[in-house]
C-alpha cells in the first residue's frame, strides 16, 4: 500500500529540494498551526514547504489536554464568535477531516445549588450545543445536553464525592491524540505535495534590499550543514518562540506572546470508576477529569514561565496543586503513587500590554495573524481546535487580497489520512482481529490511531509476523507500531518514537525508559543506526527519563528547569 512516507531517505529528498528550489510558501513551526498551514497551502497547489528545529507536535502541540473543544468556559467572557468558531470545527473534524482521530467525549458539569446555578448553567450549555448544531449547519455531530439528579450523575461518575454536587449537566465535547493530529497535517500535507524536513532550524531570514523577506537560511540539526530556501513568502508558526523568530529579520513590527504552562497528570483507568469526564472550575483555570482507553489525564494549570522554552516540566506544587483540586470532586483520593505520567506544556497567549502576567488565564485565545514586515507573515494564539481557521488566515495573508480570492482555502473539504475509508475499516474490524488473533479494544486503538492506514501498518506485520506482538513494556502498543513510526512518519529517534508517537513517555512510571532497549531493537536497522548509535540513543534516552523524573520533584519552576536541562539533546539544538 502506497502512502505518504516521513523518513529518513524522504528527509534526504526534502533537503535538496529545500536547497535547490523555490517556494510559494515556507513555513516555519511544525506544530499543529504551522501543519496546518502547511495543508492549506499545498492543498491551494501552492508550492509549498515546512521546517521544524526538533520532532514534529514536540512543543506545544503535543502537550494539549488532548481536546478539540469549544471552549465552554469562554461563554463567561462572552466570547461567542470564538465558541461558534471552534465549535463549527470540532464538528468538521468529528463528522469529515479527522473522524478516526477525533472522538465525541461526554463531560459532567457538577452543580453545587439546586435551582439558580442549574439554571444559567443550562442556558449556557444550551448555547453551547446551539453554537454547535448552527455551526454544523443544522446537524447534531454530539449529542446534547441532559440535565442528571445527583443519582443520575454518580451512575455516570461513581468515584465522585458525595459532598461535591447536587446534581449535573452532561454535555459533550471531544477528545483527540494531539500529536498524532499534527503528524497526519504534515504527512496530508506532503500527500498534498509539499516538502517537509524536521530537526531543520531556522537560523536566519533571507531579506533583499528593500527589506522584502525571501526565504530563509535553516541548519541540518542531524549534520550541521546550513542551506538557504528560497521562498516568496514566510510563515511564522513558531508559538512560544515567535518573538525569537520574528527577531531574525530586520523589522520593528511583531507579535508579542507570553509562555504560559499548563500542566497535566495521568492515572490509571481503573483507578477512577467512571464513565464520563469531568469538567470543573478553578480559581486559576479549568481542571478537566478526561478519559481515555487505557487512563485518565488530569489538568490544568495557567501560570506564567520565564525559564528555557524547550523543556518546560511540572513542579512538584504543579502535582500537588492538580491533585488537589481533583480529590475535592474525587471519593477515589488519588495519591502521588496512583500517578502514571506527568507533562508539561507552553501556551503561546497573545501578550496585550496592559495585561498582567498573573491573569494569564484571561487572555483571549482568539489568534492573531500580521505582516512583520513584507513576505514574512507571523500567526499567534489560537488553539488547537482552530488550527485549521488559523492556518487560511496565515495563508491568505500570505498570498495578498487578490491572490488569496483567486486560490481560496479548500481545507474544509479535505479529509486528513486515514479518514477515507474509515468506515470501511470499522466494517473490517471483526475479521481483522479474527486474522491477527487480536480483540476488540486492540482494534479500537488500532482504527482510532490509523483510520483507514491500518492496511499499511498490517502490511509491515504480513512482511515480519513479530511486529504483530505487543511491546514487552507496555500491552497498549504493538511492536509494528514502532516500525510505523520509523517508516511513515519521521520518527528520528527513540525519544521521538516514545514521546510523540508510542507515547509511553507520558503514560508510564518508567517515561518509556524499559521499553528502550525493544525499541531501539526494532528502529535500529530501519533508521540505519550502527551499535555505536543505537547505544547513543539508549543512553541518552534514559539520560532524559532521569532528568524528567528529577525535575519534577522541585518544588519552583526555575529549579524544575535547570534539573531538566542536566540531560543534554539526542540532537544540539538551535532553539
Known amino acids: ?148 439528579t445527583k443519582a443520575g450523575a454518580k451512575k455516570r461518575f461513581a468515584d465522585v464525592r458525595d459532598d461535591a454536587l447536587i446534581g449535573a449537566i452532561e454535555f459533550y465535547d471531544a477528545r483527540v491524540d494531539d500529536a ?26 533571507l531579506q533583499a534590499a528593500d527589506g522584502r523577506v525571501t526565504g530563509a537560511k535553516v541548519r541540518d540539526l542531524e549534520t550541521g550543514r546550513e542551506i538557504e530556501v528560497k521562498a516568496r513568502a514566510v510563515i511564522n508558526a513558531t508559538g512560544v518562540w515567535t518573538e525569537s523568530t520574528q527577531g531574525l529579520a530586520k523589522t520593528t513590527s511583531g507579535l508579542k506572546v507570553l509562555a504560559s504552562k499548563g500542566i497535566h497528570i495521568v492515572v490509571p483507568r481503573e483507578r477512577i470508576n467512571a464513565e464520563a469526564g469531568m469538567f470543573l472550575r478553578t480559581e486559576k483555570s479549568v481542571l478537566f477529569i478526561i478519559p481515555w482507553q487505557h487512563y485518565w489525564v488530569i489538568g490544568t494549570t495557567d501560570t506564567a514561565w520565564h525559564e528555557q522554552l524547550k523543556h518546560p516540566v511540572p513542579t512538584s506544587a504543579d502535582i500537588d496543586y492538580v491533585l488537589e483540586h481533583a480529590n475535592a470532586v474525587l471519593s477515589a483520593n488519588l495519591t502521588r503513587a496512583d500517578i502514571i505520567g506527568t507533562f508539561a506544556g507552553l501556551r503561546p497567549l497573545l501578550q496585550p500590554g496592559d495585561v498582567a502576567e498573573a491573569k494569564s488565564a484571561k487572555v483571549s485565545r482568539e489568534h492573531t495573524t500580521l505582516e512583520a514586515a513584507p513576505g514574512l507573515v507571523v500567526i499567534a494564539g489560537g488553539k488547537l481546535t482552530t488550527y485549521r481557521v488559523m492556518a487560511a488566515d496565515a495563508v491568505d495573508l500570505a498570498l495578498g487580497k487578490d491572490r488569496a480570492k483567486a486560490l481560496p482555502s479548500i481545507t474544509k473539504a479535505v479529509p486528513l489520512l486515514g479518514a477515507d475509508g474509515y468506515e470501511a475499516i470499522l466494517r473490517r474490524s471483526d475479521a481483522i482481529a479474527d486474522r491477527y488473533g487480536w480483540d476488540a479494544a486492540r482494534l479500537t486503538h488500532l482504527t482510532d490511531r490509523y483510520g483507514s492506514e491500518l492496511d499499511a501498518l498490517l502490511e509491515l506485520v504480513d512482511a515480519d509476523p513479530s511486529l504483530g506482538r505487543p511491546l514487552g513494556a507496555s500491552d ?35 517515561r518509556g525508559g524499559s521499553a528502550v532497549d525493544e525499541v531501539a531493537a526494532i528502529a535500529a536497522p530501519l533508521l540505519g543506526w550502527d551499535a555505536e548509535e543505537t547505544e547513543a540513543e539508549k543512553a541518552n534516552y534514559r539520560a532524559r527519563v532521569a532528568a524528567e523524573l528529577a525535575a519534577q520533584e522541585q518544588t519552583t519552576d526555575a529549579a524544575a528547569s535547570a534539573v531538566r536541562t542536566t540531560a543534554e539533546d539526542m540532537v544540539p539544538s538551535a532553539l
Open 476 to 510: 497498549w502498543y504493538l511492536r509494528a507500531e514502532v516500525a510505523f513510526a520509523c517508516l511513515y512518519e519521521g520518527a528520528l529517534h527513540i525519544e521521538d518514537i516514545l514521546i510523540q508517537r508510542v507515547r509511553l513517555n507520558s503514560t508510564s512510571p518508567d
Open 1 to 148: 500500500m502506497s502512502i505518504p512516507a516521513l523518513n529518513p531517505s524522504q528527509r534526504a529528498t526534502a533537503l535538496h529540494a529545500l536547497e535547490t528550489e523555490t517556494f510559494d510558501i515556507l513555513v516555519i513551526g511544525g506544530g499543529v498551526t504551522g501543519a496546518g498551514s502547511a495543508l492549506d497551502a499545498a492543498a491551494r497547489g501552492l508550492k509549498t514547504a515546512i521546517v521544524e528545529a526538533q520532532d514534529w507536535a514536540s512543543g506545544t502541540s503535543s502537550r494539549s489536554s488532548r481536546l478539540v473543544h469549544g471552549g465552554l468556559r469562554y461563554l463567561y467572557n462572552l466570547d461567542f464568535a470564538l465558541v461558534a468558531e471552534a465549535l463549527s470545527e470540532r464538528g468538521r473534524l468529528i463528522a469529515k477531516l479527522a473522524p478516526h482521530l477525533v472522538k465525541p467525549q461526554p463531560f459532567l458539569w457538577p452543580l453545587k445549588q439546586r435551582v439558580i446555578e442549574r439554571a444559567y448553567s443550562a442556558v449556557g450549555v444550551g448555547l453551547y450545543d446551539t453554537l454547535a448544531v448552527l455551526g454544523a449547519g443544522g446537524h447534531k455531530t454530539v449529542p446534547i445536553q441532559r440535565h442528571l
Open 180 to 205: 498524532r493530529l499534527v503528524i497526519n497535517l504534515v504527512r496530508s500535507a506532503v500527500r498534498n505535495g509539499a516538502t517537509a524536513a524536521s530537526r531543520t532550524a531556522v537560523v536566519g531570514l
